[in-house]
C-alpha cells in the first residue's frame, strides 16, 4: 500500500461548484496534513495545513481530517478556472516532519 | 522577500557529467530538503537536513550527494549524471517540528542525455 494515496483526475467540475478532492494515508502515526496547489511548470504552494480530527476553514477552502479512518480531504467552495492545477497531499512522517507526498489530483474547473 | 532561491532554472548535461544544483533561503528556516518530481511519480525526498551539520537519506538518495554549507545554503551535487535523473527538482525549507510546512523555490529542470 503507498503511503499517501490520491486518485489523479482529472476531476472535472463547473465554475462554481464545489471542488472534493480526497487523500488516504497509511500511517497512523502521521500528525500533519498539507495541502499544496500546484500550477503546471510552477512550484507547489501550501493551501492550507490541519492537525486535528474535523473541519478547518480558511476562505474558500475546507480542509477535512479523520484520523480513524486515516483520511484527509480539501473542498474548494465556489471554484473558479483560475482554482484549475494539481493539488498534493502531503503526510509528515518521522520526527524530522519530513513530508511524504501524493501524487496528486488534477483538477479542471470549466467556464 | 526572495523566499528559498534555486539556480540554475535549466540545465542539460550528457551522461557522466556532474554538477551541482544550489539552494539558499532567507526565512531563517533550520530545515531543508531536496525533492525530484517526475511525471506519475509525484514528489520524492532525495535527501534532506534537519539542522545546521546534518543531512540525512531520503527516499531516492542513490547518485546524490548534498552539503549543508551553512544555515542558508544546501547543495545537491550530481556526481556522474545518468538519463534516470532527468527530473524536475525542487528545494524546499521549513521551521523545525512536524507541524512546519515546507515552502518551495522554483525547481531546476535537468535534462540528461
Known amino acids: 500500500q503507498k503511503e499517501v494515496e490520491q486518485n489523479s483526475g482529472p476531476l472535472s467540475v463547473p465554475e462554481g461548484a464545489i471542488a472534493s478532492l480526497n487523500c488516504t494515508y497509511s500511517?497512523?502515526?502521521?500528525?500533519?496534513f498539507f495541502w499544496y496547489r500546484q500550477y503546471s511548470g510552477k512550484s507547489p504552494e501550501l493551501i492550507m495545513f490541519?492537525?486535528?480530527?474535523g473541519d478547518k476553514e480558511d476562505g474558500r477552502f475546507t480542509a477535512q481530517l479523520n484520523k480513524a479512518s486515516q483520511y484527509v480531504s480539501l473542498l474548494i467552495r465556489d471554484s473558479q478556472p483560475s482554482d484549475s492545477a494539481t493539488y498534493l497531499c502531503a503526510v509528515n512522517r518521522g520526527s524530522q516532519g519530513n513530508l511524504i507526498f501524493g501524487k496528486g489530483t488534477k483538477l479542471s474547473v470549466k467556464p | 522577500n526572495a523566499g528559498v532561491t534555486q539556480t540554475p532554472k535549466f540545465q542539460v548535461l550528457k551522461t557522466g557529467q556532474s554538477m551541482t544544483l544550489q539552494c539558499a533561503q532567507d526565512m531563517n528556516h533550520n530545515s531543508m530538503y531536496w525533492y525530484r518530481q517526475d511525471p506519475g511519480m509525484g514528489l520524492r525526498l532525495i535527501y534532506y537536513?534537519?539542522?545546521?551539520?546534518?543531512?540525512d537519506k531520503g527516499e531516492v538518495p542513490n547518485g546524490y550527494n548534498v552539503s549543508r554549507l551553512n544555515k542558508r545554503e544546501f547543495s545537491l551535487r550530481l556526481e556522474s549524471a545518468a538519463p534516470s535523473q532527468t527530473s524536475v527538482y525542487f528545494c524546499?525549507?521549513?521551521?523545525?517540528?512536524?507541524?512546519?510546512?515546507?515552502?518551495f523555490g522554483n525547481g531546476t529542470r535537468l535534462t540528461v542525455t
Open positions: 500511517d497512523r502515526g502521521s500528525q500533519s
Open positions: 524546499a525549507s521549513s521551521e523545525t517540528g512536524l507541524n512546519s510546512p515546507l515552502h
Open positions: 537536513s534537519a539542522s545546521e551539520g546534518t543531512t
Open positions: 490541519i492537525y486535528s480530527n
